[in-house]
C-alpha cells in the first residue's frame, strides 16, 4: 500500500524568510502524482501545488517550489518569501491512477506551519 | 459563488441517531468525493462518484452510505452514530475522474457525536 510521510509534525518560519518543508512517500508505481494542499484555520483544502512523476522538472507556483527527488522517493516544498498568510496546515499527498492507489489520494499526516512577524 | 458547499457546516448529535451531510457542486464535474479528516488532522478518503456511480469505497463502516442523486450532488448519510465518526467531513469534486484532476473541496462538516 502507497503510504506518505510527513516528519515535521510542526514548522516555524520568520517572515519573509524561506522554509521547507519535507515529505516522502512509498510506491512501486512508476506513473503518480504528488501535491502540496494547504489547510488554514477556516479549514479549507487548497490546492498549493502539484508535480507529475514523469516530469523531471520541478513544479514552482509563485513563491511555492518542489524539490523533488524520484528515485529517493522525495517531493519537499519550499516556501520563499513567508507571509503571515502562509500559516497552515500542509498536507503531502500522492496519487495514482494504477495499482493499490486506484484514483484515489493518500495524504500524510500534515506539518502545521507557524508563521512569526 | 460558492464552488463546493456542505450544509451543515457543524452538527452536534447523540449517540445512536442518524444524520445526513448534504454535499453541492456547482463546477459542472463529474466526480465527487467524501473524505474524513480525524482529531489528529489526518485526512482519508471514504467514498467517491463518478456520474452517479460509486468507483471508491474505502473500507468504511456499512453504517455510512452515501447517495448521488445527481451528479452535482453527493450526500453522506450516517445511521446509528458512534463517539468514533466525531471528525470533520470534507466533500470535494474533480472535473473528471483521475488522481491528475485538481480537487476542490468544500468547506468541511464538523460532527460531534456525544
Known amino acids: 500500500a502507497q503510504t506518505v510521510t510527513q516528519s515535521q509534525p510542526e514548522m516555524s518560519v520568520q517572515e519573509a524568510e524561506t522554509v521547507t518543508l519535507s515529505c516522502t512517500y512509498d510506491?512501486?508505481?512508476?506513473?503518480?502524482?504528488l501535491f502540496w494542499y494547504k489547510q488554514p484555520p477556516s479549514r479549507q483544502m487548497i490546492l498549493v501545488i502539484r508535480?507529475?512523476?514523469?516530469?523531471?522538472q520541478n513544479a514552482t507556483e509563485n513563491r511555492f517550489s518542489v524539490n523533488f527527488q524520484k528515485a529517493a522517493k522525495s517531493f519537499s516544498l519550499k516556501i520563499s518569501d513567508s507571509q503571515l498568510g502562509d500559516a497552515a496546515m500542509y498536507f503531502c499527498?500522492?496519487?495514482?491512477?494504477?495499482?493499490?492507489?486506484?484514483?484515489?489520494?493518500?495524504f500524510g499526516k500534515g506539518t502545521l506551519l507557524t508563521v512569526n512577524p | 459563488d460558492t464552488a463546493v458547499s456542505q450544509t451543515p457546516k457543524y452538527l452536534v448529535t447523540q449517540m445512536g441517531n442518524d444524520k445526513s451531510i448534504k454535499c453541492e457542486q456547482n463546477?459542472?464535474?463529474?466526480?465527487m468525493y467524501w473524505y474524513k479528516q480525524d482529531s489528529k488532522k489526518f485526512l482519508k478518503i471514504m467514498f467517491s462518484?463518478?456520474?452517479?456511480?460509486?468507483?471508491i469505497n474505502e473500507t468504511v463502516p456499512n453504517r455510512f452510505s452515501p447517495k448521488s442523486p445527481d451528479k452535482a450532488h453527493l450526500n453522506l448519510h450516517i445511521n446509528s452514530l458512534e463517539l468514533g465518526d466525531s471528525a470533520v467531513y470534507f466533500c470535494?469534486?474533480?472535473?473528471?475522474?483521475?488522481?491528475?484532476?485538481?480537487?476542490?473541496f468544500g468547506p468541511g462538516t464538523r460532527l460531534l457525536v456525544l
Open positions: 470535494a469534486s474533480s472535473q473528471h475522474t483521475g488522481v491528475q484532476e485538481t480537487q476542490y
Open positions: 510506491t512501486s508505481e512508476s506513473d503518480y502524482y
Open positions: 508535480q507529475e512523476a514523469y516530469k523531471q
Open positions: 499527498a500522492y496519487g495514482s491512477n494504477s495499482g493499490g492507489s486506484n484514483y484515489k489520494l493518500t
Open positions: 463546477l459542472g464535474h463529474d466526480t
Open positions: 462518484y463518478n456520474n452517479k456511480e460509486l468507483i
